[in-house]
């Protein structure tokens, strides 16, 4: 059974900064491309950012390039977001996850999901 666990959320002024990790148990997820996701109420989960299995190809939405900054350690089974200048549109929970088959950039593909974190940037 494979456990993904997330922190790092909390409250931040609007242009500060927060650092998300996401850390699996249970398996490695050494070969599983993996991404951020968030969730506003009444809305759907969407991507944020992905990364694949070695870390060497990123992809980010458009609205948190230049911001934010996804990396992997595959030696600690763990998943990071820089988030930088953050803004009030930011505010969400936050969700890792993991796609064993695809590169993770929609929900449909991720085999394993985290319970979330809250970020909340205030004006």
């Known amino acids: 059974q494979v456990q993904l666990v997330e922190s790092g959320g909390g409250l931040v002024q609007a242009g500060g900064s927060l650092t998300l990790s996401c850390v699996a148990s249970?398996?490695?997820?050494?070969?599983?491309?993996m991404a951020w996701f968030r969730q506003v109420p009444g809305k759907e989960r969407v991507v944020v950012a992905t990364?694949?299995?070695?870390?060497?190809?990123?992809r980010y939405t458009d609205s948190v390039k230049g911001r934010f900054t996804v990396s992997r350690d595959n030696t600690k089974n763990t998943l990071s977001l820089q988030m930088n200048r953050l803004k009030p549109e930011d505010t969400a929970v936050y969700y890792c996850?993991?796609?064993?088959?695809?590169?993770?950039?929609?929900?449909?593909?991720?085999?394993?999901w985290g319970q979330g974190t809250q970020v909340t940037v205030a004006v």
């Open positions: 990364i694949n299995w070695s870390g060497t190809n990123t």
């Open positions: 996850g993991a796609a064993r088959m695809g590169d993770a950039s929609e929900s449909g593909m991720i085999d394993y």
């Open positions: 249970g398996r490695t997820l050494k070969f599983y491309a």
